[in-house]
């Protein structure tokens, strides 16, 4: 790959990180709301969509470990949404978890 493809990748993955970073911070402020049973149908529609797109962001790079271990919270997400589960204080505490965990795979 020449310096200009390799600089052209560097400076996309770095949006992408930063993109990352900023959906990170939406869901957790979307699950500290729902600890105070603040939130709806459009929160928890836009928890999935912070999943799938650091999911399928973090495919185009290669990330892996990040669309795997997203893929599986993306599921409970859906889950969520349509009424399978319930979003109680010990989801939001695994879920605020796994928000972590993402966080620190997509650092690594």
Do not use: P, W
């Not at 911070?25 to 500290?32: G, K, P, S, T, V």
């Not at 529609?45 to 912070?50: H, K, M, V």
């Not at 271990?69 to 939001?92: A, P, Q």
């Amino acid at each position: 790959m020449d310096n200009n493809a390799s600089d052209v990748l560097a400076q996309a993955l770095g949006t992408f990180m930063e993109e990352a970073g900023d959906l990170l911070a939406q869901m957790e402020e979307i699950l500290l709301r729902a600890e105070d049973g603040q939130y709806g149908d459009d929160d928890l529609n836009a928890l999935f969509r912070c999943a799938h797109t650091i999911k399928g962001s973090g495919g185009l790079f290669g990330l892996d470990e990040v669309v795997r271990f997203t893929h599986v919270v993306e599921n409970v997400l859906d889950r969520l949404r349509k009424g399978e589960l319930r979003l109680g204080s010990e989801l939001i505490s695994l879920l605020l978890a796994c928000q972590d965990h993402i966080s620190g795979l997509i650092a690594a």
